[in-house]
C-alpha cells in the first residue's frame, strides 16, 4: 500500500512540472551577477542534500533571512541563495546557514573579497545637519529603528524579482558606495544612487510592490519604503511629494511620488536605495545593462 507522505511527493511533483510547464504561472528569475564584495550579492548554491524533497527550507546571513530560489524559478540544477553583503562586511570568509523544515541545519562557507570605493566631500551650510541637536539624535534613533523594520520585512505574497528599472530620468549625481565625508567629518558611506533629477520630477516604482513606510525624516526627508518580496526592499529620499500610503499595492512604473530637497541635501536629487536581507547593496546589479552604441554608426 503506498503511504501518503509517498502521495504527496508524488502530487507535489505533478504540480511543479505543471508550473514549470506553463510561462504564464510563475515567471522566471533573472539571476543577478555573482558579485561577492561589500554592497555586492553573492549568489549561492545550495548543497542538493539540504534541498532535497524539501519545499519548507530557509536560510539566514549574520541574523536576516535571505532570498531563495528554486531550480524551476531559475532553470539550473541548484537551489539557490541570494545574498546582499552590507558595505559593513569584511573581506575573508562568510558563513550561510540553511535550516530545513525539520529544523536541521547545514552551512554554506562563501567568501567576501575586498573592494575600496571612493571618497565624497560635502560641504553643508546648515551645521545642524551634520552634527545634530540632542533631541535631533532621539528623532533620528526612532526614525531608524521604522526604516530598518520596512528593511527586515518579509513578504511571499510577490513573486521574488531580481530586475529593477530606473525609477526616475536624470543623471547619475553620486554613485553607490563613496565613503563620505561632510564637512570633513567621516560619516556612513552612501548606500544608494543619487540622480539629479530635477524637482517635481516623477519617481516611480521600479517593480511591483507593496508600501511598507513613508514618513518625513530628518537626514532623509520624505521618504518611501517599497516591499517586493522575499527581502527586496526599496527606499526613496528627499521627495517634494508623496502619493502613495502605507500597504498600497503598485505595480511597475506606478508614480509614488515627486523628486524634492527635503532633508539633509545640498539640491533637488532623488536618493534610490536597494536592500536585500536588510543589507544595502548597489541596485546597479539589478537594473538590465543598457545597449552600447556604435560610435561608427553615423
Not at 156 to 175: A, D, E, H, R, V
Not at 234 to 255: A, E, F, P
Request: aromatic share 6%; proline share 7%; net charge positive.
Amino acid at each position: 500500500m503506498t503511504s501518503n507522505t509517498s502521495i504527496l511527493r508524488l502530487f507535489k511533483t505533478l504540480i511543479c512540472g505543471l508550473v514549470a510547464g506553463s510561462s504564464s504561472l510563475f515567471a522566471a528569475i533573472n539571476l543577478p551577477p555573482h558579485s561577492p564584495v561589500p554592497g555586492g550579492i553573492a549568489v549561492l548554491d545550495l548543497p542538493e542534500q539540504s534541498a532535497s524533497e524539501n519545499d519548507n527550507l530557509s536560510a539566514s546571513y549574520r541574523g536576516a533571512r535571505v532570498m531563495l530560489v528554486s531550480p524551476m524559478e531559475t532553470g539550473t540544477k541548484h537551489w539557490q541563495a541570494i545574498v546582499g553583503i552590507p558595505l559593513s562586511a569584511k573581506p575573508g570568509h562568510h558563513q550561510l546557514t540553511i535550516t530545513s523544515d525539520q529544523g536541521k541545519q547545514s552551512g554554506v562557507t562563501f567568501d567576501v573579497n575586498k573592494k575600496t570605493y571612493k571618497e565624497q566631500r560635502i560641504t553643508l551650510t546648515n551645521k545642524r545637519q551634520v552634527n545634530p541637536y540632542a533631541a535631533d539624535l532621539e528623532r533620528i534613533k526612532r526614525e531608524k529603528r521604522l526604516m530598518v523594520a520596512a528593511f527586515k520585512d518579509w513578504n511571499t505574497s510577490l513573486t521574488p524579482t531580481m530586475t529593477l528599472t530606473k525609477p526616475t530620468i536624470g543623471p547619475l549625481s553620486s554613485p553607490f558606495g563613496l565613503r563620505r565625508f561632510f564637512n570633513d567629518q567621516p560619516r556612513n558611506p552612501h548606500s544608494g544612487l543619487d540622480f539629479a533629477a530635477p524637482e517635481g520630477t516623477a519617481i516611480q516604482a521600479p517593480a511591483e510592490a507593496i508600501v511598507v513606510a513613508t514618513g518625513d525624516y530628518f537626514f532623509n526627508g520624505n521618504t518611501v519604503l517599497l516591499d517586493h518580496g522575499h527581502g527586496l526592499v526599496t527606499m526613496y529620499c528627499h521627495m517634494s511629494r508623496i502619493d502613495v500610503s502605507k500597504g498600497d499595492h503598485v505595480q511597475l512604473d506606478d508614480t509614488i511620488g515627486l523628486v524634492g530637497k527635503t532633508g539633509r541635501v545640498t539640491g533637488a536629487h532623488l536618493h534610490w536605495s536597494v536592500s536585500l536581507n536588510n543589507a544595502r547593496i548597489d541596485p546597479n546589479l539589478l537594473m538590465p545593462k543598457e545597449p552600447k552604441t556604435d560610435s561608427s554608426t553615423p
